[in-house]
């Protein structure tokens, strides 16, 4: 799809983050663009903040097939029409312990918002995008878990590597079936050093009540991690810059637009981890690649000491 102008994007997870910078790179493309997310208000003030009358929001529960359905008509109903679908909503379920202890809920949470809510919205969008024969699928996925995880954030990385299955056989299945409708994974990435400050930091935040965990403690509300994270590696020696989560949303424009499958800004570690692991596939090694230091997760036993 190099054109992209008067086109129209449906965007989950659109009320912050890189959702929000995903529409706003769209809305300068000359698209029409349908922000959706779980909370209203956050997601009226972006619509708010952003102030197009090319963009209107949608409260939409990407765990719900139905709700997904609701916002691709609402689109139409709007707009006339959807050629681009962001499936970008995700969660971090802030939980503790090692994999084996994580509550049952973390996973079922993480699980419908992360995997069944990239199902919902291609269930939901991508016939209407196939019986047009024009259209772009964007899945987000992340370098924990899509490439290789993290060992000690657990359910993150699962939900993050079923989703570039789940890519990978939605591009396999729109080639063979000789459509124009395409697909991209993104790793969102940026040009520029740094971390990206987004609301996956915030784990645990609008965990609704079907899955609580049962203590008041532990369903009180997300703690954001960004600051602690800073902090850790001021104390290690490191100033770690705030990196533009415009230039994440660059990198998704130029998926749609280059039909680029792996959108990602290669790093060397990254490609040293991925090198490794395909070593230790191909030899039949330990997986060794995965224990190493980072500052980005504290180990199950740092967390719970906390």
Known sequence: MEQLEGKVAVVTGGAGGIGKAIGEAFLAEGMKVVLADIVKAPLDEAVSDIGSDDLIGVVTDVASYDSLCATRDAAIDRFGAVHVLCNNAAIGAGATGHIWEHHINDWEWSMDVNVLGIINGLNAFV????????????????????????????????????????????????????????????????????????????????????????????????????????????????????????????????????DNFWATVPTERQTNLLHARLKSQLEQTPPDYLIEENLMAKSASERDAE
Request: aromatic share 6%; proline share 7%.
């Open 127 to 258: 016939p209407t995008l196939i019986a047009q024969d024009e259209g772009h699928v964007v899945n987000t996925s992340s370098g924990n878990g899509g490439f290789t995880p993290m060992a000690a954030t657990g359910i993150y990385p699962v939900t993050k590597a079923a989703v570039v299955t789940i890519t990978e056989c939605l591009w396999g299945q729109l080639r063979d079936l000789g459509s124009r409708v395409s697909t991209s994974i993104l790793f969102p990435s940026t040009r520029s050093p740094g971390v990206m400050a987004t609301g996956i930091w915030n784990a645990g935040a609008n965990r609704p009540e079907r899955y609580f965990r049962g203590t008041p403690e532990a369903d009180s509300g997300g703690q954001d991690a960004l600051q602690d994270y800073l902090d850790r590696a001021r104390k290690a020696g490191q100033e770690v810059p705030i990196a533009p989560l415009s230039e994440v949303a660059e990198l998704c424009v130029d998926s749609i637009r280059r």
